[in-house]
């Protein structure tokens, strides 16, 4: 009976993993936690100053490609790559975060208007790089912060960008 009961863990696994990500089971989803797991696992190496890290930083232009910063492991991975800029009325900080093989996990941006508006968006990728799921939070009256825009300034290749040209000449 034991033996029975330890052969049919994994594939409660396997069968949780399966299961559709809702509203509901979101926060506590097999899927989520791994991503959240590889998340806190790079926070440790770049607190822990385990990382090597690079910074560029360009003259002001209205972008968010104004700060570029790069955080590669040992292996020459890239494990977190940000990039941070804005304009007269607003700022936005995208933070991605690679797994062991390079592939985009997790995106969280931050973004903030004059008007008080602050937002969150955090979007989670399984392995095959596919949406998982996406949290958005705001407070304040709301601005026009677009998940298209988001989307179009994700980092796939950190080490092509963080060497690529300034956004503005």
């Given at each position: ?135 958005r939070r705001r407070t304040g009256p709301g601005y026009t912060f677009a998940e ?22």
């Amino acid at each position: 009976m034991r033996f029975l009961l330890l052969a049919l863990i994994p594939l409660l696994t396997c069968v949780a993993a399966a299961q559709a990500i809702t509203a509901k089971n979101w926060l506590n989803h097999p899927a989520i936690l791994e991503v959240r797991g590889m998340y806190t696992a790079v926070n440790a190496l770049v607190a822990g100053k385990k990382l090597k890290l690079e910074s560029r930083r360009f003259s002001y232009c209205p972008s968010w490609d104004l700060e570029r910063t790069k955080y590669t492991d040992s292996r020459g991975i890239v494990r977190r790559y940000v990039k941070a800029g804005g304009s007269e009325d607003s700022a936005v900080t995208l933070e991605h975060t690679y797994d062991s093989s390079a592939r985009l996990r997790f995106v969280l941006v931050t973004a903030g208007a004059v008007n008080d508006t602050r937002e969150e968006w955090r979007f989670y990728f399984g392995a095959n790089g596919k949406r998982l799921w996406l949290d958005r939070r705001r407070t304040g009256p709301g601005y026009t912060f677009a998940e298209k825009d988001f989307v179009n300034a994700f980092v796939l290749e950190p080490r092509k960008a963080f060497v690529a040209a300034p956004p503005c000449r």
